[in-house]
């Protein structure tokens, strides 16, 4: 019972953001839209992380299953992409090394944010 309250949470978000995705004048997809829903209802404490805790574990650890699509879609149009696949490889290098940096440089403020938070806790 537990799992499937962990998932009507998810899905609730998910329909949310569809809800917001069709009243909003702008194209943001939904899937965006409801990782925002869902950042804000953890941030507000509405939703805590234990409510979706088991699922969430279950969507990461089978994260890899949700890309089998693309990777069909990518070999089913490689005709097209022939000729790019230079270009193509190239941008998912670059792009690649990108994220990583955003990431690490992202760790790192996080981190050392994180140390000024309880070093003024330390003080006060």
Known sequence: MKSLFQVGIVLAVCLAGELVSEAIPAA?????ISMIL???LLLSKCVKPRHIEQFSDFLLKNMAFFFIPAGVAIMEQ????????????LICFITTII????????????MAAQKRVREDKRHE
């Open 28 to 32: 943001i997809p939904t899937s965006v």
């Open 78 to 89: 490689f005709d097209l992409l022939k000729n790019y696949l230079f270009p193509f490889l």
């Open 99 to 110: 994220t990583f940096f955003a990431t690490a440089y992202t760790v790192k403020a996080v």
């Open 38 to 40: 869902l950042f804000v």
